[in-house]
């Protein structure tokens, strides 16, 4: 009789351990573990950013309450240049995880939020895994490797020297910024008709050590010379396209260098300045198609 009581009491507390796993978890992560899930970013590099945007802005709280508070999160860390982050989502934020999986797998949203940051900040890849803790750990990869920062950044000075004067406004430095990538790259079609991958065209190294750029090559390299004039600005982005936009002078313009290096049929190198610090008004004048653009998330040049 005593055996069969032992048996039962097993199976009691197994079917009650079974059902209540997670609270007995958590209590264990808590209690046991003393898991702290206050969580704090101490981490920042020279891309760092010390402003916001429209969109999304920094943060130093990383127990989200909202979505909104998520967008925040995932920018600071991406801001920061870190490369593994973790934080939690509080009981009282019931849909937290759901949310986060959902931001996990919307391409759209996190290439937004890219596009607020650095280019040498930016990712290639970023993984979100979450427990049922409420754990939710970011591991991102970043687009540019130290190796290619070294050399960017000294090519970036070398040009900045040959081509900027003293007596220049912000206008005419970047005018001249423009005009040196225009005229020392070429649009790379081998790889955007054929996918022929000869060069990294799609960032700032193919176009400024290279020679060869596609739209995202353009802009990350403008992007770097807007940056050393100190000016707030952003990569925008439509479904197909990428461009900069900057504020100058008490506004917000559209910066387009793809679209001010024409492809001709005869293959001869035009300079152009249709794309030229225009406003959203002129934008829709000149094309509506290619730069039809989410105004929910780039604001600050809505009309």
């Known amino acids: 009789?005593?055996?069969?009581?032992?048996?039962?009491?097993?199976?009691?507390?197994?079917?009650?351990?079974?059902?209540?796993?997670?609270?007995?978890?958590?209590?264990?992560?808590?209690?046991?573990?003393?898991?702290?899930?206050?969580?704090?970013?101490?981490?920042?590099?020279?891309?760092?950013?010390?402003?916001?945007?429209?969109?999304?802005?920094?943060?130093?709280?990383?127990?989200?309450?909202?979505?909104?508070?998520?967008?925040?999160?995932?920018?600071?860390?991406?801001?920061?240049?870190?490369?593994?982050?973790?934080?939690?989502?509080?009981?009282?934020?019931?849909?937290?995880?759901?949310?986060?999986?959902?931001?996990?797998?919307?391409?759209?949203?996190?290439?937004?939020?890219?596009?607020?940051?650095?280019?040498?900040?930016?990712?290639?890849?970023?993984?979100t895994t979450y427990d049922d803790y409420g754990k939710v750990t970011l591991k991102i990869e970043h687009i540019y490797t130290k190796s290619d920062i070294k050399l960017i950044k000294a090519k970036v000075k070398d040009i900045e020297n040959e081509i900027w004067k003293d007596n220049m406004t912000e206008t005419d430095k970047i005018k001249e910024a423009h005009n040196y990538i225009i005229n020392n790259s070429k649009y790379d079609k081998d790889r955007s008709d054929k996918n022929i991958v000869k060069y990294k065209s799609d960032t700032a190294y193919g176009t400024l050590l290279e020679g060869y750029s596609l739209c995202g090559g353009y802009t990350d390299a403008m992007e770097l010379f807007l940056e050393d004039l100190h000016l707030k600005n952003y990569?925008?982005?439509?479904?197909?396209?990428?461009?900069?936009?900057?504020?100058?002078?008490?506004?917000?313009?559209?910066?387009?260098?793809?679209?001010?290096?024409?492809?001709?049929?005869?293959?001869?190198?035009?300079?152009?300045?249709?794309?030229?610090?225009?406003?959203?008004n002129e934008l829709t004048e000149l094309e509506d198609e290619q730069h039809n653009y989410d105004k929910n998330i780039y604001s600050e040049l809505a009309v």
Request: charged share 15%; glycine share 2%.
């Open 1 to 127: 009789m005593k055996k069969y009581i032992i048996l039962l009491v097993l199976i009691i507390v197994f079917i009650a351990t079974f059902f209540y796993r997670q609270p007995l978890y958590n209590i264990y992560r808590t209690y046991i573990v003393k898991e702290n899930k206050n969580a704090s970013l101490n981490t920042s590099n020279d891309y760092s950013r010390d402003y916001d945007f429209n969109y999304v802005q920094l943060t130093d709280t990383f127990t989200p309450n909202n979505f909104q508070d998520l967008l925040n999160i995932y920018y600071t860390v991406l801001n920061s240049g870190a490369t593994n982050f973790s934080f939690y989502c509080p009981d009282e934020y019931q849909s937290c995880l759901d949310e986060v999986d959902s931001l996990a797998n919307d391409q759209k949203t996190l290439s937004a939020i890219n596009n607020f940051v650095h280019p040498f900040n930016s990712f290639k890849h970023l993984e």
């Open 235 to 280: 990569k925008i982005s439509s479904e197909n396209h990428v461009w900069n936009a900057l504020y100058l002078n008490g506004s917000w313009y559209h910066l387009d260098l793809t679209w001010d290096d024409p492809i001709t049929n005869d293959g001869s190198d035009i300079l152009e300045y249709n794309f030229f610090l225009i406003t959203t």
